[in-house]
């Protein structure tokens, strides 16, 4: 209950301040400017070169430039649009996946691995193939849900996948295990006892969720709503597929077209890179701020706690149903008609006539292409290495920025933040075109892919690892080192292990999202370097979507493995359930 | 919580460091280019064909018999580069013809890059920048090659098997047409009786399709193809045509993708799709799915997709002999076999059922010269005419 203290440190501070001042700083100095070089290097460089691009193509960064890039004919209208599917697939996302986060951590919610697991299928199936399964329940006129909706005179309730709301659904369900990665992490390093007074003062469920758990994990809040947002105001694929046909123009598909014809136009690719960027620092700068009173959120302190569930009561089915509910339609509906699309030769709509067609050459053709083992064995390698890579990495730059003394160490974050703002096709074009040029035998090899996912994902990495280690007092990492731990130990033995719930949620949501990453990939594999996500794309254009649709439910087997595979690491390490 | 002011960290630190960041970046200065070339250009400068190996290559066996052209190009890419040739395709399915072509001349190996053709363009673009060799053959839609051919990057085409292939294809000058795409309206045979197929391009911006046509959206050469046709053979001026396309929009759906759009035609989203490949439809119809595109009543136009020899190319003779193996009527037949429709004319007649599809002319190399203007008169079309 004494975790909310104003001035925890003040103490432990002045303690571990005297005695090795001038060592403990310099140590810090070092690790800040081999940080600064490495983030600066990975992103600054395709930023400059895209501004630089920018600048020597067209009519450059000029005002006039500038202005006609924003007076396309409808930009009010696709500005708009943007914001209000960024927005409205980020409020779904945060919502449902906080509340799932919350409920498989927090409570006493049953089946809750079957939870966790469930969760997580939506990330790990291919964009458009979950686009297009959700058209086929939800279009107005074949979506399979629409139809049993109009044939039990409910037809009221439906949801045209082809219209706004539609499409922010749609990629509010793909992206809600982001935020249930954050959030999961998050609620596990919360000390159940400030909510068990408060209930015990009298307090309902609800306020307790309002006024005393959903403040505590602010961090990881403000962070998935940020990341979440600037995604949306960046995706294309959801606004092309469902978008485009019904009239629903955003801006990423100026973006797009920018970059996709000839001469390529950096000058307005640029422009709207920056005006990204400059987006994703405000939003940034206004998060920091609303984090400024670090000591707030930290529940990980000197005073031992075990993150007991809590006792829905009366709550406990009603809750459940709910969940069930909504695994069943969100998880599993799409997840049967992904099945169902591995077995058709063609899509059908479900019926008993079509089950007549059902057929297994959809699988047997995966198992026997050769190109998709090669290219599973090189995915796996990248996605591994490269998330492994980012989270160890911004676990360092969190504790940069968040922990350490340095003026301005703010900077860190922002600067690990840039990425989100660089499409990933202009990422490609950048790292072609350095190490092309470069004395490092880079091109060609799994090496330049690893850079290009490392830079991509270090803006996810730093907010795994900053929420996770915003509730964690700096009292146990003091204590390590009065007791004359060097700084290393001490963040390997002390920080680490307590930011692991953090670590393991960022590493999973990455291993997974490099396995999809293509707009780099596309640009930078080579013959011997193929990954799964060209497969993917490759399977897609070739309209064999049955074939994909088999890879998909192969894909999402193997991630269930890893999920499982991860939990049991992550509950040995960090904080301990009770 | 503030630090003592004697703790303060210059801000110099962070001004280096992101200072030795950039000379890090900054490392990129050309190395081994010789010209100083702009590097921030995306196209090369100065010619690279000129004094190339490629271009010397083709110029020493234009005039060989083709046997004599066959063991000389086969004996010198096996023995160059270890027998590896870059290749870089769009082909859907590569391995067929990777895997007869080594089969059929020992010593070699094929390394395939397979991508779009902006994606393949792009790369190419930036590898010739930097004077990197790294596609010896490069096979990809015509429009995407032009742009190439344009920077000066491809070797002059030549071939023993010129005389085999439709008069399409042989119009270029640095690459050779190697198949052809023909975009047709096709549509869900249960949802659209043959009787009530379009009859003419007009015919699209029909009541009777309202609401149940797909459009797709990134058909710029079909498009600028069917303008520049109606220009020529209608008479018409390009606003009329254009507004021909304008009204077609209006009774669609624009959708994006053509995978996409003959999903949702399968599926029966929409009923019929303006525009779509017929590869897809013979391919889909094959499996017994409820697609047609008979009878063909719209003018057709067929994307090329070409093959050529890179000017920077490292096995140049690798690069002919594959591009001689893929044009021969053993290539050829794997297309058809793959329901693609071949270059070769003979064998192109075969894959349509029988069908005499005649595609119109169309000026590839005007597109891709005006492809901004197109572009642009394009994204008009479909962003006003959007029915939605």
Known sequence: MTQVLERPLAAGQQVHARPRLGRQALVQYVIAAV????????????????????????????????????????????????????????????????????????????????????????????????????????????????????????????????????MILIDGMHQAPLVFLLMFAAFRATDPALEESALMSGAGIGSVIRKV?????????????????????????????????????????????????????????????????????????????????????????????????????????????????????????????????????????????????????????????????????????????????????????????????????????????????????????????????????IYGTLAILFIAYVTRYLPYGIRYTSSSLAQVSAELEDSARMSGSTWWDSFRRVVLPLMMPGIIAGWVYIVVVSIRELSSSILLYSHNTRVMS????????????????????????????????????????????? | MNPPSKRRTPLYLF??????????????????????????????????????????????????????????????????????????????????????????????????????????????????????????????????????????????????????????ATAFDNFIGDRLSYIVPVWNTDLLPADQAPTSLEDLADARFKGKLALEGSDVYWFAGLVMYMEREEGKTEEEAVQVFKDIAANSAVTSGHTTTTELVVAGQYAIAANNYIHRAVELAGKGAPVGYLPVQVPVVAEITGVATACLSDNPAGALLLQDFILSEDGQQLFVEQDRTPANAELAAQTLNGQDVEPVEVDVEAIAHDYQKWSDLWDTVIREGNAG
């Not at chain 1, 933040?417 to 072609?432: D, F, K, M, N, T």
């Not at chain 2, 089969?103 to 930036?126: F, H, M, P, W």
């Open chain 1, 35 to 166: 940080v600064v070089v490495i983030l600066g290097y990975l992103v600054l460089s395709p930023l400059v070169y895209l501004v630089w691009r920018g600048l020597t193509t067209g009519e450059g960064l000029s005002l006039s430039n500038i202005a006609a890039a924003y007076s396309v004919s409808g930009t009010p209208t696709m500005v708009m649009n943007s914001f209000l599917f960024a927005f409205g697939s980020a409020a779904v996302s945060v919502v449902s996946g906080t509340a799932l986060a919350f409920f498989c951590v927090r409570t006493n919610a049953p089946m809750k691995p079957l939870l966790y697991a469930a969760s997580l299928i939506p990330l790990i199936v291919p964009g458009i193939l979950f686009t297009i399964s959700w058209v086929f329940l939800l279009s107005d006129d074949i979506g399979l849900i629409n139809v049993v909706l109009r044939n039990m005179g409910l037809g009221f309730l439906h949801v045209d996948a082809f219209s706004m709301p539609g």
């Open chain 2, 15 to 168: 001004a280096s460091a992101g200072a030795a960041a950039l000379v890090l970046a900054g490392c990129s200065a050309p190395a081994g280019t010789d010209d100083g070339a702009d590097p921030s250009a995306s196209a090369p400068s100065g010619d690279l064909c000129e004094g190339s190996a490629a271009v010397d290559l083709v110029d020493q066996v234009k005039d060989m018999s083709p046997e004599e052209r066959e063991s000389f190009l086969a004996e010198q890419a096996a023995a160059t580069k270890g027998g590896a040739i870059d290749f870089y395709t769009e082909i859907n399915d590569p391995d067929p013809i990777v895997e007869a072509f080594q089969d059929k001349y020992d010593g070699t190996t094929v390394n395939v890059y397979r991508a779009g053709s902006d994606q393949i363009r792009q790369r190419v673009l930036e590898e010739s920048a930097a004077h990197f060799s790294g596609a010896d053959l490069i096979e990809m839609d015509s429009l995407e090659m032009a742009i190439l051919d344009e920077e000066n990057l491809l070797a002059p085409a030549t071939s023993s098997h010129a005389d085999e292939l439709s008069d399409a």
């Open chain 1, 213 to 441: 758990t959903l403040p505590l994990v602010r961090p990881a809040l403000l962070g998935a709503i940020l990341i979440s947002v600037v995604r949306g105001l960046e995706s294309f694929e959801t606004p092309a597929v469902l978008g485009i046909p019904a009239g629903k123009w955003v801006f990423t598909s100026q973006i797009f077209e920018a970059l996709r014809t000839y001469p390529v136009r950096y000058d307005v690719a640029s422009i709207y890179s920056i005006t990204l960027l400059l987006l994703t620092v405000l939003g940034l700068l206004a998060v920091q701020k609303a984090n400024s009173r670090s000591e707030r959120y930290q529940t990980i302190s000197g005073k031992g706690f075990r993150p007991r569930p809590m006792d829905l009561g009366a709550w406990r089915w009603p809750v459940s149903i709910v969940f069930a509910i909504y695994f069943v339609v969100v998880v599993l509906l799409p997840l049967l008609m992904l099945v169902w699309m591995s077995l058709m030769p063609f899509y059908q709509s479900p019926s008993a006539a079509a089950a007549g067609s059902i057929t297994f050459e959809n699988y047997e053709r995966i198992f026997r292409n050769a190109s998709i083992v090669g290219a599973v064995k090189n995915s796996a390698i990248l996605a591994l290495a490269s998330a492994t890579a980012v989270v160890l990495f911004t676990a360092v730059v969190s504790w940069l920025s968040l922990k350490s003394k340095i003026r301005g160490r703010k900077i860190f974050d922002l600067l690990a933040s840039v990425p989100l703002a660089i499409p990933g096709l202009v990422l490609g074009v950048a790292l072609i075109f350095i190490y092309l040029r470069s004395p490092l035998p």
């Open chain 1, 534 to 578: 060209v497969t993917i794309w490759e399977l897609w254009e070739n309209g064999q979507t049955g074939e994909l649709a088999a890879l998909g439910v192969v894909m999402v087997a193997a991630l269930m493995v890893l999920v499982a595979v991860a939990q049991r690491m992550g509950a040995r390490i960090g904080v301990q359930d009770a």
